[in-house]
């Protein structure tokens, strides 16, 4: 029962996180500041009224379509706040009732932000990743603290060490085909991987790489990207992490009994 409370509270919570990300993945690679002005309709300007901005059931009542002016609004708004509830449910299901938990559901939100990101831009924003690891960072060592793991905090530090040289070397040798921004990210991945286990952190890295090869193959064939164009790596990296997370251990576990 607790754990079901816990979970509904997470998905209430991923709702309006949600809602914030869109504002973030759209204004900081932009250089605007995420507190002013005011979420307004990029049509008419006119200020979106805080009985328009309640995640998802919002859109939904207005049916995609500003109030003012009745401009569509993006169904990316709807669906980020939905993806960002699930994975915090998710989070829940995963960690537990344990007090590491927040640190990952701020790990769900802050990866939501850069896949996003990255898809826009093709960038993944040091004001987002910076901060976003060392306010990840604090709430692990809280957590480990509190529930008695140091020893995976200091797990999950060499593991985040290994990530990052991984891609260091790969960025290096590949010339181009992994940005600096991957090997940062790298590390704030392998933070939460690794906390878990070796085995999930080598199944987020293996993950991540299929992911990728499948989806830059699928804009290949679709005719979506050329072969000289640069491919976002990010969002592959962290829906691999995120999938980790869930059956990493699992995966790791079979891959040895094998």
């Given at each position: 029962?607790?754990?079901?409370?816990?979970?509904?509270?997470?998905?209430?919570?991923?709702?309006?996180?949600?809602?914030?990300?869109?504002?973030?993945?759209?204004?900081?690679?932009?250089?605007?500041?995420?507190?002013?002005?005011?979420?307004?309709?990029?049509?008419?300007?006119?200020?979106?009224?805080?009985?328009?901005?309640?995640?998802?059931?919002?859109?939904?009542?207005?049916?995609?379509r500003c109030r003012d002016c009745g401009?569509?609004?993006?169904?990316?708004?709807?669906?980020?706040?939905?993806?960002?509830?699930?994975?915090?449910?998710?989070?829940?299901?995963?960690?537990?009732?344990?007090?590491?938990?927040?640190?990952?559901?701020?790990?769900?939100?802050?990866?939501?932000?850069?896949?996003?990101?990255?898809?826009?831009?093709?960038?993944?924003?040091?004001?987002i990743l910076y901060p976003g690891t060392?306010?990840?960072?604090?709430?692990?060592?809280?957590?480990?603290?509190?529930?008695?793991?140091?020893?995976?905090?200091?797990?999950?530090?060499?593991?985040?060490?290994?990530?990052?040289?991984?891609?260091?070397?790969?960025?290096?040798?590949?010339?181009?085909?992994?940005?600096?921004?991957?090997?940062?990210?790298?590390?704030?991945?392998?933070?939460?991987?690794?906390?878990?286990?070796?085995?999930?952190?080598?199944?987020?890295?293996?993950?991540?790489?299929?992911?990728?090869?499948?989806?830059?193959?699928?804009?290949?064939?679709?005719?979506?990207?050329?072969?000289?164009?640069?491919?976002?790596?990010?969002?592959?990296?962290?829906?691999?992490?995120?999938?980790?997370?869930?059956?990493?251990?699992?995966?790791?576990?079979?891959?040895?009994?094998?």
């Open positions: 029962m607790e754990l079901l409370v816990v979970a509904s509270l997470a998905v209430v919570l991923g709702l309006v996180f949600g809602s914030f990300i869109n504002v973030v993945a759209h204004r900081v690679p932009a250089g605007k500041s995420v507190v002013s002005p005011p979420s307004a309709c990029p049509a008419c300007g006119h200020p979106i009224r805080n009985r328009d901005n309640i995640p998802v059931l919002s859109w939904l009542l207005l049916r995609g401009a569509r609004i993006s169904s990316r708004y709807p669906i980020v706040e939905a993806a960002t509830a699930a994975l915090f449910a998710l989070a829940v299901a995963v960690i537990g009732l344990e007090w590491v938990l927040p640190a990952y559901l701020w790990f769900a939100g802050v990866g939501v932000t850069l896949i996003l990101t990255d898809i826009d831009v093709h960038r993944i924003p040091n004001r060392v306010a990840g960072f604090v709430l692990l060592s809280v957590g480990s603290i509190v529930d008695d793991e140091l020893g995976s905090l200091w797990r999950a530090v060499a593991g985040a060490g290994v990530y990052f040289g991984l891609f260091l070397v790969l960025a290096l040798v590949a010339r181009g085909g992994f940005g600096m921004g991957d090997v940062k990210l790298a590390f704030f991945l392998g933070l939460f991987l690794t906390y878990q286990s070796w085995g999930v952190l080598a199944s987020g890295i293996a993950l991540g790489i299929a992911i990728g090869g499948v989806l830059a193959i699928f804009l290949l064939v679709a005719r979506k990207a050329s072969r000289k164009a640069k491919f976002a790596f990010g969002p592959a990296m962290i829906l691999g992490a995120y999938g980790a997370l869930a059956f990493g251990q699992a995966l790791a576990d079979w891959y040895v009994g094998a």
